[in-house]
């Protein structure tokens, strides 16, 4: 999982596909990179994303009610069309924030 | 005369094979000429419908998973099935949210986004046999209007 963290927030740079095959790897890490550093604030870029189904939406909600209990929030930055129904459609925008970049 | 085509494939239970399963798919759709979206939302179905058998049919034991597709003109159907543990009570299962695996923070949107991106989805399943997925789409739906547009 590539991952970066700058004081208590952890921005988590997704893959090209966010399945079940890798959500499990990613659940593990994310935990331990949020415990060991106080996160507060989860950044999930969808930079390099094409495909995601509902394990992915499993990653989203299982780390934000990790840091919901300490007052944080969950990000989506660089989400496309096809991630946005996905979250749209699965609620998960309904507790998280997804950053739209100005446009030209 | 219907313009028809099939294919089956059969793959271990592994997580590994989820991408597999749906690029394959993917590319026995093409022939039906769909469009980007059209194909997302089939990749979508099938990776639910895989998963489902791997972790909750076969609770992760390695077993076999089979897709056949079948292609009728315009309409595309996958059957998904396992021959693992089968559901209880299917229209449970299918209830948004619902999941019999918190714990694994699945998200219980498995069925629910099979339904939002296919146009049918019917669920066969026995308990202690087995569970079969079945799934279909008309691809190019309101294509039609753009190509007979004239300039």
């Known amino acids: 999982m590539k991952y970066q963290v700058q004081e208590n ?6 893959p090209r596909e966010v399945d079940h095959h890798n959500a499990e790897e990613m659940k593990r890490e994310a935990d331990a990179v949020i415990d060991r550093n106080h996160i507060k604030y989860v950044i999930f870029d969808f930079e390099r994303t094409d495909f995601m189904d509902s394990s992915g939406i499993g990653v989203i909600m299982g780390r934000y009610k990790t840091i919901s209990l300490i007052g944080g929030e969950v990000w989506a930055v660089h989400a496309n069309a096809r991630i946005r129904k996905i979250l749209t459609l699965s609620g998960a925008t309904k507790i998280m924030q997804i950053y739209e970049e100005e446009k030209l | ?31 039906l000429n769909p469009t ?11 990776s ?5 058998a791997i972790i909750h049919g076969y609770d992760s ?8 597709c079948r292609i009728e003109d315009n ?6 099935s396992d021959t693992g543990k089968g559901i209880e009570n299917v229209e449970e299962a299918m209830r948004p949210m619902f999941t019999t695996k918190p714990e694994q923070e699945r998200s219980g ?7 939002a991106f296919m146009d ?11 569970t079969r997925v079945r799934m279909k789409k008309s691809i190019g739906k309101g294509r039609e209007i753009w190509t007979t547009q004239s300039l």
């Open chain 2, 48 to 52: 639910e419908a895989v998963t489902n």
């Open chain 1, 9 to 14: 927030c952890l921005t988590i740079y997704l």
């Open chain 2, 75 to 80: 309409v595309f159907m996958v059957e998904v």
């Open chain 2, 61 to 68: 034991e390695v077993e076999k998973v089979c897709i056949r």
């Open chain 2, 120 to 130: 049918s989805v019917e669920v066969e399943s026995e308990p202690g046999k087995g």
């Open chain 2, 36 to 46: 980007v979206e059209e194909v997302a939302d089939v990749k979508t179905a099938v």
């Open chain 2, 109 to 115: 949107m498995g069925f629910a986004f099979m339904e």
């Open chain 2, 1 to 31: 005369m219907k313009n028809t085509n099939e294919m089956e494939i059969r793959f271990e239970s592994r997580s590994a094979n989820e991408g597999f399963a749906r690029v394959s798919v993917a590319a026995f759709m093409t022939q």
